[in-house]
T-cell receptor, first 112, second 111 residues
Framework: DVKVTQSSRYLVKRTGEKVFLECVQD?????MFWYRQDPGLGLRLIYF???????EKGDIPEGYSVSREKKERFSLILESASTNQTSMYLC???????????FGPGTRLTVT | SQQGEEDPQALSIQEGENATMNCSYK?????LQWYRQNSGRGLVHLIL?????REKHSGRLRVTLDTSKKSSSLLITASRAADTASYFC???????????FGKGTRLSVIA
């Protein structure tokens, strides 16, 4: 059974903290994605990666960075968390950039 | 850059009825996909339809695609309470571009 896991289901951080969200997939997928989901706004793509050490900006990359040192792991980094980054963060992976995606359970991040 | 727009935003039906959700998009696409999300969880892929296909079935799901109208519909037949979820369409402009998701339709199936 395919699996995408995320390091935390719930996370509470303070403004200004550096936050790491980890995502691991066990399907040997080349492509991995980070989204945030907010009420009324749907899913918005933050960054994606189509290969190890490769990254591409999505629609809303400001305030975020990513790291992909190994094929199975894709990390989202909030360099200095702000309250407007309070959101649900979803990680996904796929074989092709536009292929069907497998999602992790999500991390609900609250920045206070 | 929101590509797909689902309609209606919310839908409430009785168990056993059929549920139809629509998705409209703006540009040409390579494929269109439908996903389901249970409350507070990740999305689950339901079905993918390519731009050269018109209809696809998977169990109780039927998806149609009309590229001339830039629209798709998802039909869930004989709905169950367990179908209660949000449903999203997602489009890919080409084989090398990431998906763009709509804002979703919230479906409530009342037992």
């Amino acid at each position: 059974d395919v699996k995408v896991t995320q390091s935390s289901r719930y996370l509470v951080k303070r403004t200004g903290e550096k936050v790491f969200l980890e995502c691991v997939q066990d399907m040997d997928h080349e492509n991995m994605f980070w989204y945030r989901q907010d009420p009324g706004l749907g899913l918005r793509l933050i960054y994606f990666s189509y290969d190890v050490k490769m990254k591409e900006k999505g629609d809303i990359p400001e305030g975020y960075s990513v790291s992909r040192e190994k094929k199975e792991r894709f990390s989202l980094i909030l360099e200095s968390a702000s309250t407007n980054q309070t959101s649900m963060y979803l990680c996904a992976s796929s074989t092709g950039t536009s292929g069907d995606q497998y999602f992790g359970p999500g991390t609900r991040l609250t920045v206070t | 850059s929101q590509q797909g727009e689902e309609d209606p935003q919310a839908l409430s039906i009785q168990e056993g009825e059929n549920a139809t959700m629509n998705c409209s998009y703006k540009t040409s696409i390579n494929n269109l996909q439908w996903y389901r999300q249970n409350s507070g969880r990740g999305l689950v892929h339901l079905i993918l339809i390519r731009s050269n296909e018109r209809e696809k079935h998977s169990g109780r799901l039927r998806v149609t695609l009309d590229t001339s109208k830039k629209s798709s519909s998802l039909l869930i037949t004989a709905s169950r309470a367990a179908d209660t979820a949000s449903y999203f369409c997602a489009t890919a402009r080409s084989g090398n571009t990431p998906l763009v998701f709509g804002k979703g339709t919230r479906l409530s199936v009342i037992a």
